[in-house]
Every structure is written in structure tokens, then in C-alpha cells.
């Protein structure tokens, strides 16, 4: 079975201070590795994908298949990246396989 | 990036009433979407894949009498909550992807659907 999990409910950090947003997972095979961000009042909108190995809005996360974690991190938190974040996992990419979601963690930026 | 919508955003029923949720893909084609179920503060549950011209597969513990999917179009799947009781208020959201994308492509999400059953 697929599973996602995201030890933190709520991760508050000053603005300028880093961010890391932890994600383990449990898969048999080679999964894709999601991080998803919803703001205040929004839709859940894709943050970064591993397979794009490309960094978002200054966040960057790198798929560790030893320890099975995909940490979201951020060297310096600005006050706009305050919403919920979700690690989710699917099947290998091309295979349109279903999204597991971790349970979220909130993450709050304060002055 | 393509958007996918949702009606209602927000519907309140009596109990025993049906109620049907629309998820559109407004820019491009799905020949599958997803149906998920959020309770408050808790994370998102994967109800049921929606496949077009097919019936729709279900995850375990889902009752598919109760949470009826069709997917007539290649641009509109609705879920129909049957009966609906207090215990099925809860946010509902659907995804999906461009088919043209393939399995590779980005899941688009709607901004969800809130039922209140009194």
C-alpha cells in the first residue's frame, strides 16, 4: 500500500529563517513524488514535482530513496509562503496512477 | 494553467435529499478525474477515479450507491451524493488531467464543492 506521511500539523518560522517541511513515504516500486501548496482560500495548486528537479518559489526538495523522504526546504521563508502544504505520491510518472496525500502541514511565517 | 471548475461551491440540503456536484475542465479534455473527499483540517481522501464512458473505480470503503460518478463527456464528470445524510457534509474536490499530457501530465484541481446536510 501507498502511503504519505507528514509528522508535522503546523511548522511556524520568522520570515528570513529556513523551512523544512518534512515528507516520508512508503511505496513498493518507484513512485513520483509531489509537493502541493494551497493558500488562504484557494484551490491546491502543484508546488514542484521530483521527476522536474527544478526549484519554485525558492523551495527545492530531493527525493531520498534510502531514507524515503522528499523534504520540502527553503533557505529563507518570506511571509507569502504561509498556507498548507501537502507531500502526495503516485505511481511511476506516465502511468496516470492515483495521488496519495500526507495529512498537510501548515506552514506560518510571522515577522 | 488549465483550470478546472467546480458547482456548486457551497450547497446546503436536508437530510435524505440527493445532491449532484459538477467538476469541469474548461480549457481542455479529461478522460479521467479524481474525486476526493476533505474533512476539516484533515487531509485529502481519494473517493473514486472518474473514467469517461466507463464506470468509475472506486477506493475501498467507498459506497458506490451512495456516491454516484458519471463521466459523460470528456469535459464534465458529476458526483451525486444519493441520501444524503449529516455525516456526508463534508468538502468535495475533484482533478484532473489533460489527456493530451498523458500519465505524465500536471493534475489540475477545482476549488471545491462544501455540502452541509442538516
Known amino acids: 500500500a501507498q502511503r504519505v506521511t507528514q509528522p508535522e500539523k503546523l511548522l511556524s518560522v520568522f520570515k528570513g529563517a529556513p523551512v523544512e517541511l518534512k515528507c516520508n513515504y512508503s511505496?513498493?516500486?518507484?513512485?513520483?513524488l509531489f509537493w502541493y501548496v494551497q493558500y488562504s482560500r484557494q484551490r491546491l495548486q502543484l508546488l514542484l514535482r521530483h521527476i522536474s528537479r527544478e526549484s519554485i518559489k525558492g523551495f527545492t526538495a530531493d527525493l531520498n530513496k534510502g531514507e524515503t523522504s522528499f523534504h520540502l526546504k527553503k533557505p529563507f521563508a518570506q511571509e507569502e509562503d504561509s498556507a498548507m502544504y501537502y507531500c502526495a505520491l503516485s505511481g511511476p510518472a506516465g502511468t496516470a496512477s492515483k495521488l496519495t496525500f500526507g495529512t498537510g502541514t501548515r506552514l506560518q511565517v510571522t515577522l | 494553467g488549465a483550470v478546472v471548475s467546480q458547482h456548486p461551491s457551497w450547497v446546503i440540503c436536508k437530510s435524505g435529499t440527493s445532491v449532484k456536484i459538477e467538476c469541469r475542465s474548461l480549457?481542455?479534455?479529461?478522460?479521467?478525474m479524481f474525486w476526493y473527499r476533505q474533512f476539516p483540517k484533515q487531509s485529502l481522501m481519494l473517493m473514486a477515479t472518474?473514467?469517461?464512458?466507463?464506470?468509475?473505480?472506486?477506493e475501498q470503503g467507498v459506497e458506490k450507491d451512495k456516491f454516484l460518478i458519471n463521466h459523460a463527456s470528456l469535459t464534465l464528470s458529476t458526483l451525486t451524493v444519493t441520501s444524503a445524510h449529516p455525516e456526508d457534509s463534508s468538502f468535495y474536490i475533484c482533478s484532473a488531467r489533460d489527456r493530451l499530457a498523458g500519465g505524465a501530465g500536471e493534475l489540475f484541481f477545482g476549488e471545491g464543492s462544501r455540502l452541509t446536510v442538516l
Open positions: 472518474s473514467n469517461e464512458g466507463s464506470k468509475a473505480t472506486y
Open positions: 480549457d481542455f479534455q479529461a478522460t479521467t
Open positions: 511505496y513498493s516500486g518507484s513512485p513520483e
